[in-house]
């Protein structure tokens, strides 16, 4: 806006940010952009006052909106046939499954499950460029065996109940290895010399495409100081890792750079990536695509889901 003049307002949206800021173009204008964020969380106003055509004073206000806020019971009763109708309508099949889907906390927090490697693939497939995609497993919920049939909106919430925005990150080869090995440290074996806390949570386990490779639990674990965040042990658990391309199965380069989709979660440094969250800003890419919707589509566009695991992780 620096070189554009005359603007006085832009209020942006789609990209989820949550921000404002003034910019002075080159004739001494003063142009606000104000962001909201997204999905109704917060909500801005902007009042402007304008003496003679021009802006002299621009008051922002910021209001969070949370469960906490007490129910308005006009809206309430406007909004529940709407409620209701929207319900149901999410309970409608949008496609189905040949197979029983897992997604059970104990066997996706442990190693491959087909409905890991349905999400993964999908992420893969449905994002252009990727090579790779990478989910934290803690980011797939619901805790059940899905029956093969019918699959709703209802049951990919229950099964992706939180925001999962995806990100391309540029990752090395050796970048990559070093990320493969926090998750595998979420894989506890008694005394293998790293305390609880200072590994990954078993929820940073992840769910991959792209990738092949085994797990040696025998092996010396990725190890780092809760308190200090100093590196105690690398790690040295993941074997035979390659990657899969369209011209076959591969040893992974470690000084190859590769696009790997990621959520925004983990990206950020959840669940204990910082690795991940220290990669420059210059080399991830905000898509806002987000995961929940990637997944339907693809049932939606290409039922049956009949996806097997085909050994790209293996525990030893």
């Known amino acids: ?82 409620y209701a109708d929207y319900t149901e309508s999410l309970s409608e099949g949008i496609g189905y499954s040949t197979v029983p889907l897992d997604v059970r906390k104990n066997t996706l927090r442990t190693g491959e499950t087909n409905a890991g490697d349905f999400v993964m693939d999908t992420v893969r497939k449905n994002m252009p460029g990727v090579d790779i995609a990478l989910i934290n497993s803690g980011s797939i919920r619901g805790d059940r065996i899905i029956p093969a049939g019918e699959i709703s909106y209802l049951t990919l919430n229950e099964m992706f109940p939180y925001e999962n925005l995806m990100v391309t990150v540029q990752m090395t080869g050796s970048e990559i290895t070093e990320t493969l090995e926090w998750s595998a440290s979420a894989l506890v074996v008694s005394d293998d010399g790293c305390p609880r806390a200072d590994r990954a949570p078993s929820g940073a386990f992840l769910q991959v495409s792209g990738l092949r490779f085994a797990i040696n639990t025998g092996a010396d674990t990725r190890c780092i100081d809760d308190e200090t965040a100093t590196v105690t042990s690398a790690g040295e658990r993941i074997e035979h890792l390659s990657v899969v391309t369209a011209s076959g199965i591969i040893p992974i380069d470690m000084e190859q750079t590769y696009t790997v989709a990621v959520t925004d979660y983990i990206s950020g440094g959840g669940d204990g990536y910082t690795n991940l969250e220290q990669i420059p800003d210059d080399r991830k890419f905000a898509t806002g695509m987000n995961l929940i919707d990637l997944v339907a589509d693809e049932i939606e566009i290409n039922s049956p889901v009949s996806t097997e695991t085909d050994g790209r992780i293996r525990v030893l």
């Open 1 to 82: 806006m620096e070189s554009v003049q005359g603007i006085d307002l832009i209020i942006g949206g789609h990209d989820h940010l949550v921000w404002n800021e003034t910019v002075t173009s080159g004739d001494g204008t003063e142009t606000l952009i104000v962001h909201a964020g997204k999905y109704g969380e917060e909500m801005d106003t902007v009042d402007m006052t304008i003496e003679d055509g021009v802006v002299t004073k621009t008051v922002i206000e910021r209001y969070e909106i949370s469960e906490d806020m007490p129910d308005d019971e006009a809206i309430t009763a406007f909004v529940t046939p709407y």
